[in-house]
């Protein structure tokens, strides 16, 4: 693996996906992110890219032509190149192949820029449209983050502290897709207790959350880290069925919703980018 490290945290990643592996605290060494325990989910920050969440029925057409295409798409399990590295940054880039204009037809050049500060991780995306045509896509984060469960603490003892809501509406997830059905969560002064039940019928998915700030906290001592995002437009929660950790992810783009059309153009939240251009949106996770 690759690392960052200062004197508050060291950041460990891996070529393959320009995954984010590991998260220390560099005074005590406590892992801030999940462990990957494949018994329960493989991974431990998944770049979704070019698509987030899943299609109707796996696919889409472009230009009249259908194409398959898995869930949260391909650059979580493609090699990326280490284009810079520095004491501080490291800057992984994938660009568009023979394996990836087979399922999807654009030419893209994928950054995924890490900087460490002090103990705070950013994580910012860089989208270069390197075709002569609009580049259709969708990114998004997938941060799974350690709730540690030692020295008397449960999961239950953990909470979120969001910045600006106090009841935030949600969307199910159906066969894989987002549903028109809704539910409310109420927020105690911004406050959300964590409950392994959350996550039993899929994601937690937002679209209008205003929040660009998560704390995650527990009521038995003071640790926790913040998680800062801005500019994304939709954001899901997920953890798999009774595993300790929690998945804070910020996207721009959203599954398919039920009853779509497939036609990748006319998909809710895709981003279109024009020839030449470039997009990029940041979050950062800090230890405190």
């Known amino acids: 693996m690759i690392s960052l490290e200062n004197e508050f945290i060291k950041a460990s990643f891996t070529s393959k996906g320009a995954e984010l592996q590991q998260l220390l605290n560099a005074k005590n060494g406590e892992n801030y992110l999940w462990s990957g325990n494949p018994d ?4 431990f920050s998944p770049i979704l890219f070019p698509i987030v969440g899943g299609l109707k029925e796996n696919s889409y057409s472009y230009n009249g032509i259908n194409y398959n295409l898995s869930r949260h798409g391909f650059a979580r399990d493609n ?9 501080t940054e490291l800057l992984f880039v994938l660009s568009d192949n023979s394996a990836t204009r087979e399922v999807y037809p654009f030419n893209f050049k994928l950054g995924v820029r890490y900087t460490l500060g002090n103990a705070t991780l950013s994580c910012r995306y860089e989208v270069l449209n390197t075709d002569d045509k609009e580049l259709l896509f969708s990114i998004g984060g997938h941060p799974a983050f350690a709730i540690n469960t030692a020295a008397g603490l449960s999961y239950s003892d953990y909470f979120f502290q969001f910045n600006k809501d106090n009841a935030i509406e949600y969307h199910e997830i159906k066969n894989d897709l987002i549903s028109n059905n809704t539910n409310v969560l109420d927020l105690k002064d911004g406050r959300l207790a964590l409950q392994h039940e959350l996550f039993y019928n899929d994601a937690l998915v937002f679209k209008t959350l205003q929040s660009d700030k998560i704390t995650l906290g527990n009521v038995k001592n003071s640790n926790s880290l913040e998680f800062e995002f801005h500019d994304f437009p939709y954001f899901g929660i997920w953890a798999a069925k009774n595993a300790d950790f929690v998945c804070l ?3 721009c783009g959203i599954a ?3 009853g779509h059309d497939q036609v990748l153009e006319n998909k809710e939240g895709i981003v279109k980018l024009a020839s030449k251009e470039c997009f990029s949106r940041s979050w950062s996770v800090t230890i405190v």
């Open 40 to 43: 329960f989910w493989g991974k």
């Open 79 to 87: 090699d990326f190149t280490v284009e810079q590295q520095t004491a």
């Open 249 to 251: 992810e910020p996207w």
């Open 256 to 258: 398919d919703v039920e």
